[in-house]
């Protein structure tokens, strides 16, 4: 449970950054969605490889826990893959985007 509460922890943490930070984001008023694909942009290529390799196995992972039958075993899997999805979105965000966002999108520091 406290793998969950810190998990949802971060992702607030990285709702209200984004806010702060000014990301770009399209709408007006009240409803506005952050334009994830500059923000993925920000990320470097080596990065975003291994982010879309987790999201992979995250999904494969989600169709095994689906296929087993005992109960307690592929509830274990599910939770365990969709954790490493919860800590990856901010890894990927305070890591790399944040960095960028305030320097006005330049390159990465190293």
């Known amino acids: 449970m406290a793998l969950f509460a810190g998990?949802?922890?971060l992702l607030a943490a990285?709702?209200?950054r984004l806010?702060?930070?000014g990301a770009p984001a399209r709408g007006q008023g009240a409803i506005r969605m952050v334009e994830w694909r500059g923000l993925a942009a920000l990320i470097p290529a080596g990065a975003r490889r291994a982010g879309v390799a987790v999201v992979g196995y995250v999904l494969m992972n989600l169709a095994l826990s689906l296929f087993l039958t005992d109960d307690g075993v592929g509830s274990v899997r599910?939770?365990?893959g969709h954790?490493?999805?919860f800590y990856l979105i901010p890894?990927?965000?305070f890591r790399f985007v944040e960095l960028r966002l305030r320097d006005g999108g330049g390159?990465?520091?190293p």
Do not use: G, H, N, T
Request: proline share 10%; glycine share 0%; charged share 15%.
């Open 7 to 9: 998990a949802f922890a």
């Open 14 to 16: 990285l709702i209200v």
């Open 19 to 21: 806010r702060e930070a």
């Open 78 to 80: 599910l939770l365990s």
């Open 83 to 85: 954790l490493l999805l």
């Open 91 to 93: 890894l990927m965000y």
């Open 107 to 109: 390159p990465p520091r």
